[in-house]
């Protein structure tokens, strides 16, 4: 066969290998449903770039395979093949082809950013925390509603404004499609408008330490009415209107922002932390060898000297931030209610109740 | 002298006791002056230090300071050492050597062991990952290894491309060593002790931070990050003089005639390669060195509560760590290059585009760093111009498959292990290429970003772009080093157990990527549907592990039991194959001329070299 009839057959090929490429792709790589506005916009990117990996795959294979066959050296044949050195204009050609599709995806990518970054018309903000393995939610325009599950209302566009306050986190939430990371000490931003009613499942994408893999939330997307009555019901109460221990609860929760959920279980069950179930007067056999009776003075010290006293068999990664954190609500709630309350003691009275 | 006398007084057992009182010497040290400070006790900072001491103990105690320490006092010593006196011929392996081509080969056998152990690392967390729910590994276990994973792959890598560089550089340009040989051993064996830091950092208590070790998580990581990092840090000064070194020597010591382009195309993809590890280790350095210093002694670079920034150490690590995957996929597309002329009997095609397309992608592979940070929290304007600097790097990259195809086409092909592994190379490379562009735009990225894709798509670069080139070198150039054949038959059961293995992994980590799995997780939510492909990606892990240990037995067992192999099996025109194998101890004992071009097969008449100048009139 001559070189012009081996190219046609070879471009024949490369459309049917294409084209198989193409299905077979499509058929084995799935998207997770899309349930936001950007995940429809990101997946007509993704439909065109599976397109493009088609092409270019089989464009490759097709011809490295058709060589391997058709070129393959005859049993015997110890002469070389034709001497053929190169050919500028192929050369250019192959340089410039991809040149011009790569800065035509790269506009198309760069006005797709644009969009997804830029403000909508009536956003409403969510404050979005991050810490080592917990989120917590809140809500500024629900009178600055706290809570553990992501609740947006559907239709509405959400602007995310996020951050984390030990390590780097990410947010994402595979449904959504975007994803943002969160950083201690500045604010990020995520835009998201969720269009389908249903739960999902936000998972931290950055790694943050030891729990990582369970760093959960829970997402829901609800009707407007649903999410007000949502808003509603979980409303905190006024502080002076609990008790001390239903205040450690409150604390305990990542609805009450300090998320020792995170680490520390209320049953009995394994976490980063030991559990708190059973702890108040249990005998703690410490790292150094030495055992201690948990009572009032070692769970505070506990609390605001984490690496002291550190529970043999657990690592010392109990953030030593509560002091200052405690402090700055204590101070918030005495503004507010003109009411002193100790978080400390508050926790150790929750502490208390959880007896086996 | 007993075998095992010579192994105990080599200069390895001597570097790695010398390592050991180096770090006993240096954590003493600076305990006892914490001791009598009255400070609290805390073991890091007299780790940090003995950990620098212990590599300074190595060097001493292999000897590689011997030479240099003499010089300094006005002492001679021999200008070559050649083999060791009184001892048998693989006892230079062992020791502090100065031949290119035993440096060279020590580099390929620490490489394939550390692979090996960054293997079983990976074998165990995959099987871990093969069921939903823990099954014998805890957090922190899972953490270490994956973390360790990553960095002793890296190690193992740069090791691969020091054996090749080391091994044939100085071959092909006619040169009787590195113009530096003292140095050289220098940058081999720095790489030791700190490889024995990463996997001390991972035995004693190891760390979670992957192997970037963003602050602030690498700040409050257990002890085992510092030694990790140091061992990082360390390995650096291999990659800088080894580099430095390698320019040196091809700048000067080509053989008369050899311009740049005549010079063998892996030449030039070494050359490239070597401006980038001469230039961007730097920043790495100064990266880990920051996170080194914030948790010994509190200077803060990171911590935003006081004027640091979390952000600035994502910069510095990708300025480095970034173009690095070109120093890795360089020489290998370079090995690539090379063989498939022998393979096809046939011209390179567009020699000199492939030779400037090295150079395109090292240079364009500088400007695009910050698109590991797409989602990191940086601004719009950035993104978009690194989103194009990414994208560009598509084009030099789309030049070497076509000119590859090209080279094959009309060719006369003959299919044995070495070239099975260049296309079985050319197939996973592709993988990866084609995988790329999607993360390299920001909208689909922000999907993908720190998902299985991102695994699968890496995975097939760093296999296709340097694990199966860098098989491809080791059988083609195995009866050059050892004189003998390897197995046939092994080298194919080996190719056709990774092959497909292979393909089988990356596209089953990409699949699963796509739906929502997570990168550096110990564990995932059945009801997520993909857990069939995580036993796939298993299995496929195991069998590649598998043929892996074929290799090795393969190389291991044909240096005795095969024939000998000839000077030029492969009927190639490099200067490398003109000459006996194994070549003498310094090359070329009649240096030669380039009278040709290096690839021009099927031109009759022609050569790409003259062995005796003599004849040319000069
Ligand atoms: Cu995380
Ligand atoms: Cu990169």
Redesign the pocket.
């Known amino acids: 066969m001559s070189n012009r009839k081996h190219i046609y057959a070879v471009s024949a090929l490369v459309v049917v290998g294409a084209i198989v490429t193409y299905f077979g792709l499509t058929a084995l790589y799935k998207l997770p449903v899309g349930a936001s506005t950007e995940a429809t916009t990101i997946d007509q990117m993704f439909g065109v770039y599976f397109g493009l990996i088609a092409f270019w795959f089989a464009l490759i294979m097709v011809f490295m395979l058709y060589a391997v066959v058709v070129f393959k050296r005859k049993p015997g044949d110890t002469e070389d093949a034709a001497h053929i050195h190169g050919n500028t204009t192929v050369e250019i050609l192959w340089t410039v082809v991809p040149l011009v599709l790569v800065v035509a995806l790269g506009v198309w990518g760069a006005t797709t950013l644009k969009a997804l970054t830029s403000e909508r018309e009536g956003e409403m903000v969510v404050r979005v925390t991050?810490q080592?393995?917990s989120w917590s939610f809140e809500y500024p325009e629900s009178d600055n509603l706290v809570s553990g599950d992501l609740v947006l209302p559907v239709n509405q566009p959400i602007l995310l404004k996020m951050r984390a306050n030990d390590?780097?986190?990410?947010f994402w939430v595979p449904e959504f499609r975007v994803k943002q990371d969160l950083v201690p000490g500045r604010d990020t931003e995520l835009r998201i408008t969720p269009t389908d009613i249903g739960d999902y499942m936000l998972r931290?994408?950055?790694?943050?330490?030891l729990s990582?893999?369970d760093?959960l939330a829970k997402v829901r997307v609800v009707s407007q009415s649903d999410f007000d009555a949502w808003v509603k019901e979980n409303s905190l109460p006024a502080m002076s209107e609990l008790s001390t221990e239903e205040r450690g609860a409150l604390w305990y929760s990542t609805q009450g922002g300090f998320a020792c959920s995170g680490c520390h279980t209320v049953d009995g069950s394994a976490g980063a932390g030991p559990t708190w179930l059973g702890l108040y007067g249990r005998q703690e056999a410490l790292e150094d060898g030495t055992t201690i009776t948990a009572d009032d003075a070692y769970i505070r010290n506990s609390i605001l000297h984490p690496a002291d006293q550190i529970v043999a068999g657990f690592p010392n990664v109990m953030p030593p931030i509560y002091e200052a954190q405690f402090a700055a609500k204590e101070a918030e709630i005495l503004a507010e209610e003109n009411l002193t309350v100790d978080i400390i003691e508050d926790l150790i009275a929750y502490i208390k109740t959880l007896q086996e | 002298m007993g075998t095992l006398r010579i192994i105990a007084t080599s200069g390895l057992i001597r570097g790695l006791i010398g390592q050991a009182i180096g770090a006993a010497l240096g954590f003493g040290f600076v305990t006892l002056i914490r001791l009598g400070m009255g400070l609290e006790s805390n073991p890091e900072p007299g780790a940090v230090f003995g950990a620098l001491t212990s590599v300074i103990g190595f060097l001493a105690g292999a000897g590689v300071l011997t030479d240099w320490s003499k010089w300094a006092l006005g002492k001679e010593t021999p200008l070559r050492h050649g083999p060791q006196p009184g001892k048998p011929e693989w006892a230079r392996y062992l020791h502090v050597d100065y031949n290119h081509k035993v440096i060279g080969i020590q580099y390929a056998v620490t490489s394939v062991l550390v692979l090996l152990v960054g293997g079983i690392f990976a074998i165990t967390f995959r099987i871990e990952l093969s069921l939903p729910g823990m099954q014998f590994l805890t957090y922190e276990q899972y953490n270490t290894l994956f973390s360790g994973h990553g960095i002793v792959m890296i190690a193992s890598i740069l090791l691969g491309v020091g054996a090749m560089v080391n091994y044939l550089v100085p071959l092909m340009i006619g040169a009787s060593d590195m113009a530096f040989p003292r140095l050289n051993a220098f940058s081999y064996w720095v790489s030791v002790p700190a490889a024995v830091l990463i996997l001390t950092g991972m035995a004693i208590g190891g760390w979670d931070t992957g192997w970037v070790a963003y602050p602030p998580l690498s700040l409050i990581a257990p002890l085992g990050v510092q030694l990790f990092v140091l061992g990082f840090f360390v390995n650096g000064f291999s990659s800088i003089a080894g580099s430095i070194n390698l320019l040196i020597t091809v700048a000067t010591m080509r053989a008369k005639g050899m311009s740049l382009f005549k010079m063998p195309i892996f030449v030039w993809a070494a050359v490239a390669a070597a401006l980038i590890q001469a230039t961007a280790t730097q920043t790495v350095g100064m990266a880990l060195l920051m996170v080194v210093t914030q948790r010994v002694i509190g200077l803060n670079f990171f911590d935003p509560a006081t004027g640091g920034d979390p952000v600035l150490y994502q910069h510095l690590f990708w300025f480095y760590s970034h173009p690095v995957v070109y120093v890795f996929v360089l020489p290998g597309l370079g090995v690539i290059s090379e063989l498939l002329p022998v393979f096809s009997r046939k011209p390179l095609f567009g020699y000199r585009w492939i030779a400037l397309s090295s150079l395109g992608i090292a240079l364009v592979g500088f400007l695009v760093w910050a698109h590991h940070m797409f989602v990191a929290g940086v601004d719009n304007t950035l993104r978009v111009f690194f989103m194009y600097a990414t994208m560009f790097v598509a084009v030099p990259t789309g030049v070497k498959f076509f000119s590859w195809v090209a080279t094959m086409w009309e060719g006369k092909l003959s299919f044995e292990t070495p070239m099975l592994f260049v296309l079985g190379a050319i197939s996973v490379f592709l993988i990866g290429g084609v995988t790329g562009p999607i993360l390299g735009n920001i909208p689909t990225d922000m999907h993908l970003h720190d998902s299985y894709w991102v695994v699968g798509h890496f995975h097939a670069t760093m296999f296709g772009g340097f694990v199966f080139p860098f098989f491809a070198a080791l059988y083609y150039w195995y009866p050059k080093f050892s004189g003998r054949m390897y197995k046939e038959s092994l080298g194919k059961l080996h190719f056709w157990l990774m092959t497909p293995g292979f393909w089988l992994m990356s596209l089953g980590q990409m699949q699963i990527g796509l739906l929502g799995m997570r990168r550096r997780v110990a564990d995932y939510d059945p009801s997520l549907g993909y857990d069939t492909t995580h036993v796939v990606i298993t299995v496929a892990g195991l069998i590649i592990g598998w043929s892996v240990l074929i290799m090795a037995y393969n190389l291991i067992s044909s240096a005795r039991s095969q024939p000998l192999a000839g000077n030029n099996p492969w009927n190639s025109r490099s200067p490398e194959w003109q000459i006996s194998s194994p070549p003498p101890e310094f090359n070329y004992d009649v240096p030669f001329e380039v009278v040709g071009e290096p690839y021009d097969y099927g031109l009759a008449g022609s050569v790409y070299i003259r062995m005796d100048p003599s004849s040319s009139g000069e």
């Open positions: 991050g080592q393995w390590v780097l986190h990410s931290c994408a950055e790694i943050c330490g990582h893999t760093m």
